[in-house]
């Protein structure tokens, strides 16, 4: 709590959440948005690996222009990296839990409606982090 929560942090993202009934405990709905700033740097890394783009100028605008190879290797690099949601306030240790992602349309994040009583969340408008 101390060291990520109170301070502003890169690489973070806040939105509405809603249910997703269809996702495993142990996964989050994940909108493209906030998926591919999260994972930008990573994107920008597999796009010149895979000679799509020969510096990070020209990976930056393949993402801007959302190009199909993008969607692939996005896919590819959140398989291995869960990320982090946290609903205020953090009173214990369950406000915060980690997730895998999966891309979902829309600007909300999906969540599995059991996961919820440990952040005391509801779908009424409630928002994380």
Known sequence: RETLLGKRVDYS???????GPLLSLHQCGL????????????VIRGLIRQD???NTGIAKSKIREKEPIVWEILQE????????LNRAPTLHRL????????????????????????FNADFDGDQMA
């Open 52 to 54: 799509v783009a020969f």
């Open 95 to 118: 406000g915060i839990q980690a997730f895998q992602p999966i891309l979902v349309e829309g600007r909300a994040i999906c969540l599995h409606p059991l996961v919820c009583k440990g």
């Open 31 to 42: 909108p493209r948005e906030i998926a591919i700033e999260l994972f930008q740097t990573f």
């Open 13 to 19: 993202g806040r939105s509405v959440i809603v249910v």
């Open 77 to 84: 690099v959140m398989q291995g990296h869960p990320v982090l």
